[in-house]
């Protein structure tokens, strides 16, 4: 995370974060995006050779303890989606933003779908039909997120 | 491949031992700031509430609060000579009396944690005193434990949890069971009660303070739901927690007196009767 505009990336990592715990109203709990994964794969997108499975592990730590979730539930999600995206990056990169939005999509459910792996064999109390509207919540938002990141990475010039 | 491996492992260690508390403890302190920041709108909206009230809102608050305050005093002076009676009365019987608890007032901070997990952070930690454990009571009745401490906050597991079990009595007919999370905000269930048990609609549930952690007599739930088939060997008996798990603000954090400490503190008392009681 070293180098040109390293500290600009983590900080869109700690607002990633900082979204992910942020209060919401009660109805609109169970629809709360993946905000952190969203900003991973735009990083290891954009980043490939800086951005990986190494970022995607300690930040799925990281919300593991701030979320209170069994440690290693996100990490295992996150290590994936990152080692994936980084894998796709040249392929992703090109594509306009409906089609990115699909990839985007499909990531996003391996990330869930570990999730809930984790949760059945935890025994945890399984999560409704509303747990795979999140992923597509995620895809939707997609655009919004590439652009606001790019502008991000174009201002401070981070490569 | 490698991160995998090792997420594989931390779950399964976090799963089934608890070594990895330290771990988790110290990678909470690390991330206190961004659970401080995310708190922070709502602190800050209160506050100012606070600092704009107007002065007629005020006096009329104070003035409830003098009138309930009265209320309770009165309340309490009773309670304190039913107190003393019970002690004296269990001295005679040579059972062993547990005085009182000591509790700490503690505020939820405004912070979502995993939507398909029931916790709650507040803000008090290892600096208050707080420990792994400790049972979390809101104004009504008993919310939950605390499962993680950091020096600064620490986390709780509320009695609806599904991976939550609290042992409970029937008020009414003192019978013991275990009163189990269901994964919803106002639902318990009580699993392990045979058809014919001595148990009604609208019985009061309280803790029984065996397995040690909650202090015993504290409200817990209302049984809502029962459904006695003849062909089951358990009821299936549904209690909705008496605590206002989605709403309280502010929580009590208990610390159970042991029994052997009250008995010397009873006698202590019982010695010199002019000195006022220090527990609360």
Known sequence: ?159 | MLALVVSIVLMVIDHRFSQLQQLRSALAFVTYPLHFLADLPVTASLWLQEVTATRSHLLEDNSTLRAENLKLRAELQKFATLQAENVRLRNLLDASYKVGDRVLIAELSAVDLDPYKQQVVINKGKASGVYEGQAVLDADAVMGQVIQVTPLSSTVLLITDPSHSIPVQVLRSGLRTIAVGSGRINELNLPYLPTNSDIQLGDQLVTSGLGGKFPPGYPVAKVTRINRSPDNAFAEIVAEPTAHLDRSREVLLVWSVQPETALEAAADTAADEDQPEQEP
Do not use: N
């Open chain 1, 1 to 159: 995370m070293s180098g040109r505009g390293g500290w600009m990336v983590l900080l869109t990592f700690l607002v990633a974060l900082l979204m992910m715990i942020l209060p919401m109203p009660e109805w609109a709990r169970p629809f709360r995006p993946q905000w952190v994964s969203l900003t991973l794969i735009y990083w290891c997108i954009a980043l490939p050779h800086r951005v990986g499975v190494g970022t995607g592990f300690s930040l799925g730590i990281a919300l593991d303890v701030l979320t209170g979730t069994l440690l290693g539930q996100h990490a295992l999600g996150l290590s994936l989606v990152a080692f994936l995206a980084v894998q796709l990056h040249a392929r992703i990169r090109v594509f306009p933003f409906w089609q990115q939005a699909l990839a985007v999509l499909v990531l996003l459910v391996i990330e869930h779908l570990f999730a809930l792996w984790v949760m059945g064999a935890t025994g945890q109390a399984p999560p409704g039909l509303l747990y795979w509207v999140i992923p597509l919540i995620g895809a939707l938002l997609w655009p919004w997120v590439f652009v606001t990141l790019r502008d991000v990475r174009r201002r401070f010039k981070i490569s």
